[in-house]
């Protein structure tokens, strides 16, 4: 038994498996298994040596893990790292292994990384990220979405409360940063309008000063 100090029992050999369940070991000897000519690599039945095929150049070097010695001979281009996201990426597949849990981790971290650099990139186009229709507030009242969660035991309904906190902290977060700076922007350009206006009234009262008490020098008179 296990975590007990009782000797745990012998597995049983395969002639007495064989004798006590029909039919088990059937494929051990590989001349009885219909699939053992498909287990050999035989180019001339129209199979193809993953050495010498023919391989998808690559347009930058793509992402592998340490233990895969190349790349597939077909694989994806459609969605090319970019950003931080994509360096965290790099790093995550060039120094960790995949049975790390940094590997994963840090995959993790740049799908959140690169939300956030989309969402600061729509700001800059025609149609910017819009978070009341595309976080699905709308179709709470539209879908019946609180009546769906009552009596049904699903077994989704214990983490509904956290969906909004998930999905509408980010939104709370870059509102505020954009709230922030712009702040302190106008902060900034009302102290620079005062001091220019202070600067102003006291040079033109400094002028007025100076003409008032400049210097006339006297009056010559002809000589006699």
Do not use: C
Not at 197 to 211: A, D, I, P, T
């Amino acid at each position: 038994m296990t975590y007990t100090p009782e000797k745990p029992r012998l597995a049983e050999s395969s002639d007495q498996l064989r004798q006590r369940i029909p039919g088990w070991g059937a494929d051990l000897d590989p001349n009885d298994r219909p699939a053992v000519p498909r287990e050999r690599l035989d180019p001339s039945v129209g199979g193809t040596d993953p050495q010498t095929s023919t391989r998808q150049p690559e347009k930058w070097p793509r992402e592998r893990s340490i233990e895969h010695k190349f790349l597939t001979p077909v694989f994806g281009t459609s969605a090319p790292p970019r950003g931080v996201a994509g360096a965290m990426r790099k790093l995550s597949y060039a120094r960790y292994s995949e049975a790390r849990a940094a590997h994963w981790l840090l995959l993790l971290a740049a799908d959140r990384v690169d939300s956030l650099e989309s969402s600061i990139r729509s700001l800059g186009s025609k149609h910017p990220d819009n978070p009341i229709t595309e976080t699905g507030v709308l179709s709470e009242r539209k879908f019946r979405g609180i009546a769906s969660r009552r009596g049904l035991n699903r077994a989704d309904v214990k983490h509904h409360l956290l969906d909004p906190v998930i999905v509408g902290t980010p939104w709370v977060l870059r509102a505020a940063a954009v709230y922030g700076v712009g702040r302190r922007i106008a902060r900034y350009r009302r102290r620079r309008k005062a001091s220019s206006g202070q600067h102003r009234s006291r040079g033109g009262s400094m002028s007025w000063w100076l003409y008032r008490h400049r210097r006339v020098p006297p009056a010559r008179t002809p000589l006699q």
